[in-house]
């Protein structure tokens, strides 16, 4: 069946980086797009970046757009998000999502970033 699983969220200073994983298993990364979003305390669920499945190109919200990098690896079935530069306000759950083709119809468990001193 269709999963994906984040990880690699932690604790890190304001400045710093972290690189979450969204491991995906049950269909290959070529037959959908994966988005990244997230929710920090008491927020909307914000979508922070797109990676298409037909030809690589990836959407990135304003919010995060210099600081932030999507990428996969096809043959791990893995995506990534690079997060540098890292701020408080970056607090939150992040989560990985499926785009099947008719909306977004799979979700990770999230994964929890805390940028703090």
């Known amino acids: 069946q269709v999963q994906l699983v984040e990880s690699g969220g932690g604790l890190v200073q304001p400045g710093g980086s972290l690189r979450l994983s969204c491991a995906a298993s049950g269909f290959t990364l070529g037959e959908a797009a994966i988005g990244w979003f997230r929710q920090g305390p008491r927020q909307e669920r914000e979508g922070l970046s797109c990676i298409s499945h037909r030809d690589g190109s990836i959407y990135y919200a304003d919010s995060v757009k210099g600081r932030f990098t999507t990428s996969r690896d096809n043959d791990k079935t893995t995506v990534y998000l690079q997060m540098n530069s890292l701020k408080p306000e970056d607090t939150a759950l992040y989560y990985c999502?499926?785009?099947?083709?008719?909306?977004?119809?799979?979700w990770g468990k999230g994964t929890l970033v805390t940028v703090s001193s």
């Open positions: 999502v499926r785009d099947g083709g008719y909306g977004l119809d799979y």
